[in-house]
């Protein structure tokens, strides 16, 4: 098992660096990109036009790298097709669950994404989406979920069909099935097979112990059931086993009993033609991360041509539905230090003006590493410390618990500031948008960044809480209290 590397793990100052290929350190002072952090939040720096310095914590939502990894990961899936000379397309669908912000959403569809959601709300999304123009008429949106009979997710997909032909319910229950056929309105549908971990053969997926996806005797009857339909047709394989899959073999070793169910649906369902891998396209979360996406995608391409190869099928189109991979790195989040404790703990504790356990769940929960680096001071000696957050959270701590990553940082605190990065992925669903927190701590202002054409940066300053929002939002009638009091 190795150690996440988290930040920089040295004593030494590191004033000049590309820690990866957005971070780097230029004369002792952290840039994402051509972005400098530190000015973006210390008075007096340089802070690119901003009118005055952003209060910390701050979170940064960093648009350029959404459109750069789809760009990225479209580029690998083409090359590898001309390598190996297959005949499919790739389909880059957008996770939604991911990270449903708004200007993630949009930033996603601009960049000719197709959409991927699980819930009645993510339906009333696509619907803003498409009437803005977002979501053109030929993209596909994908509905995974669960959805059976009497539910809204299941009502409102019927009327979001009835605007837009491209939607594909991907059916995972027999209990989907009767509203859409019962609509009358033509469909074509997706049947998820339970996939979910890494398997060698379809008893061993059929035996698995995951709620999602039917298993390969109930795909088989589920697939009659639609071909007997007179509005429906099988269009798409839906087989996800699993998420941040780091070994490219691995990955598509799992999906190869998957792909053999594919094959033999195929023989039976000659409209049936997109194998869908669901999630599982890792990201860069530490700094130690190695992943070859154009070996990934020959690898999966040369596995699904032998496959159907060997069943007499054509091969199919291919859909990622990427959640974690589109948006992981356009998230940082920026914090003061506002004291350290040297209380005879094994490292000193370096507090910060937030929450690690309510910014980044995953920390706690699953004991999830992101990358941490200061924005300034870089050029002056580290030590090895650990970060503590604003609550009286024992597990509001970084590195999480279980970790035996080291975090190294300036041992000169004075108006120190860091950043947690490759955050951009769940954690801000998980916690909450606009919530109340853990010990009753406002949310952090959100610095929307994007950049014109002349390469300049463009800002859109989000107000954070303030504690009278977090107090309404708890169900206190603040007007009760003299103002000047709160
Ligand atoms: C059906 C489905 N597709 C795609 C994803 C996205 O996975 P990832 O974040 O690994 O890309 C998920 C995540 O849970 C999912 O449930």
């Not at 997926?205 to 047709?233: K, Q, V, W």
């Not at 086993?241 to 023989?267: N, W």
């Not at 975090?407 to 909450?432: D, H, K, S």
């Not at 800002?459 to 009638?477: I, K, S």
Request: charged residues 20%.
């Amino acid at each position: 098992m190795t150690t996440p590397v988290i930040g920089w793990e040295r004593e030494t100052p590191v004033p000049n660096h590309a820690f990866n290929d957005y971070l780097n350190a230029r004369n002792g002072r952290l840039f994402y990109d051509d972005l400098d952090l530190a000015g973006l939040v210390i008075p007096g720096a340089d802070n690119h036009g901003l009118a005055q310095p952003l209060p910390s914590p701050l979170e940064i939502v960093y648009l350029p790298m959404i459109r750069r990894r789809i760009e990225q990961l479209r580029r690998a899936f083409a090359d590898a097709a001309a390598e190996v000379g297959y005949p499919g397309r790739f389909h880059y669908a957008y996770a939604s669950k991911a990270n449903t912000a708004e200007e993630v959403v949009r930033t996603v569809l601009l960049a000719g994404a197709h959409y991927e959601m699980s819930s009645v709300t993510d339906i009333n999304i696509a619907t803003l989406m498409r009437a803005a123009g977002y979501i053109t008429p030929e993209r596909m949106v994908i509905a995974n979920g669960f959805k059976p009979a009497g539910t809204d997710y299941a009502r409102y997909l019927l009327r979001f069909r009835a605007m837009h032909d491209a939607l594909i319910p991907v059916v995972e229950d027999f209990a989907e099935l009767p509203p859409l056929i019962e609509a009358g309105l033509p469909f074509d549908v997706g049947l998820r097979q339970k996939t979910y971990g890494q398997h060698a053969s379809a008893a061993e997926m059929d035996a698995a112990n995951s709620r999602f996806g039917f298993d390969t005797d109930g795909i088989f009857r589920a697939a009659e059931i639609i071909a007997s339909a007179p509005n429906l047709r099988l269009k798409m394989h839906h087989a996800m086993i699993g998420s941040q899959l780091l070994d490219a073999r691995g990955f598509v070793a799992g999906l190869t009993p998957a792909a053999q169910v594919y094959a033999r649906l195929r023989q039976r369902h000659p409209d049936l033609s997109i194998f869908n891998f669901g999630g599982g396209m890792p990201v860069a979360m530490t700094l130690d991360f190695h992943f070859d996406y154009r070996d990934f995608a020959r690898r999966l391409m040369l596995m699904l041509r032998d496959v159907c190869a060997a069943h007499d099928v054509p091969p199919p189109d291919i859909m990622g539905e990427m959640g974690r991979y589109t948006t992981a790195e356009h998230g940082a989040h920026l914090f003061k230090i506002v004291s350290v404790k040297e209380n005879g703990s094994p490292l000193p504790w370096y507090l910060i003006d937030g929450s690690i356990m309510s910014a980044f769940p995953d920390t706690w929960a699953l004991g999830e590493h992101f990358i941490v680096l200061p924005l300034n001071h870089l050029d002056k000696p580290f030590r090895r410390a650990q970060l503590g957050g604003m609550t009286c959270d024992s597990d509001d701590v970084y590195p999480p618990k279980p970790s035996r990553s080291a975090l190294y940082l300036p041992a000169e605190t004075n108006g120190l500031y860091i950043g947690f990065f490759g955050v951009g992925a769940y954690q801000e669903m998980l916690g909450g948008v606009r919530g109340s927190k853990h010990c009753s701590l406002p949310e952090a202002y959100e610095l929307i960044v994007d950049r014109r054409d002349d390469g300049r940066y463009q800002f859109d300053v989000m107000p954070g809480q303030t504690t009278t929002d977090v107090m309404r939002n708890l169900g206190y009638v603040v007007s009760a209290v003299e103002p000047r009091l709160l």
